[in-house]
């Protein structure tokens, strides 16, 4: 099965539906990394935070399949974002990872207290011109947060991973995106299990219609809207499950269905508000 690929404003391609690993532990990371591979997710999402570089890392060297096949995505984590720390922080990653690059590098939040999110994205400049990660990109960031980062280095972020979903999709964020040509990540692409999606009739009707589950009617609908996707199981047969994607096709009428599922009034949300996180 092939993924489809999204092009960043690196020069660089993004397989557009990976493997996410927040709340998998260092313990069980390699298993889990280990079968996602074995499933055919080439693209895996980590951050320092998660504390199981090394358990994906261990994957990697064990799977034996070439670098150049695979999209590893690490993230800086808030308590490293000033002075020459994110220099530090990306050396730590790799060793973990036991990886020469990495694909994509983000800041994980603004964190808009400390005001260290700028000095932050001039240091993964340099990382990315050092050639330690292919693409750079930011993580929770706002268009006040997009905005000023662009004003103060000129560099535009090439993904901005958000949490998105039918119940949260944060238009604002995304029209931002969409003017500036900087990709869009979901996380917490199904609610992360805490919101009723999988319910609600817009999603099982489609589902239904389809003969696919709920959870692959929702990443079919992030996949249609263009972003990019990395749901997270720990079950063999929910891995399984997530990636086979690609043998149906929604309706305008069912993603406009899934689209109207928002609030708009922010309760969707699931996770902290970026501007809450500091
Ligand atoms: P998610 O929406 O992918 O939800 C994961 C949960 O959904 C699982 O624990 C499981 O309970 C359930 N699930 C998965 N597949 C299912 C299926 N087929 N059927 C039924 N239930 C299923 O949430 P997530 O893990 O938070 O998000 C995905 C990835 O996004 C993470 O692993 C991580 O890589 C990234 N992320 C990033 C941030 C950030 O701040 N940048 C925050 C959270 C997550």
């Known amino acids: 099965m092939t993924v489809p690929t999204i092009d960043l404003n690196s020069g660089h391609s993004i397989p557009q539906l990976g493997f996410g690993v927040f709340l998998v532990p260092a313990d069980e990371a390699e298993q889990a990394v280990s079968e996602a591979l074995e499933v055919g997710y080439r693209h895996i999402d980590t951050a320092a ?3 199981n570089e090394e358990g994906v890392g261990a994957a990697i060297a064990k799977s034996g399949i070439p670098r150049d096949e695979l999209f590893i995505t690490t993230k800086l984590w808030n308590d490293r974002q000033s002075g020459e720390q994110p220099h530090e922080a990306i050396r730590e990653s790799l060793d ?3 990886l020469d690059y990495v694909d994509l590098y983000l800041t994980h939040w603004p964190t808009p207290e400390k005001n260290t999110y700028v000095n932050a994205w001039t240091k993964l ?5 050092a050639g330690l990660s292919r693409s750079i990109g930011v993580s929770n960031h706002l268009p006040e947060h997009l905005d000023r980062l662009v004003a103060e280095t000129g560099v535009v972020p090439a993904v901005d991973q ?3 979903h039918p119940a949260y999709q944060q238009r604002d964020v995304l029209a931002w995106a969409e003017k500036n040509g900087t990709k869009i990540e979901s996380w917490g692409p199904l609610g992360q299990g805490k919101y009723p999606l999988f319910e609600n009739p817009a999603v099982a009707d489609a589902a239904a219609a389809h003969g696919v589950t709920p959870a692959q009617a929702v990443i079919r ?3 249609q809207k263009g972003f990019i996707v990395f749901p997270k199981s720990s079950r063999k047969e929910r891995m399984e499950q997530n990636f086979d994607v ?4 929604l309706t305008d009428a069912e993603i406009a269905a899934i689209d109207g ?3 708009l009034d922010g309760s969707g949300r699931v996770g902290t508000h970026p501007l809450d996180f500091n």
């Open 49 to 51: 935070i998660y504390k």
């Open 96 to 98: 973990k990872l036991g």
């Open 125 to 129: 400049i340099e990382i990315r011109d």
């Open 162 to 164: 958000i949490e998105l």
């Open 221 to 223: 609908w992030h996949l």
């Open 246 to 249: 690609f043998g149906f096709e």
């Open 261 to 263: 599922l928002d609030p």
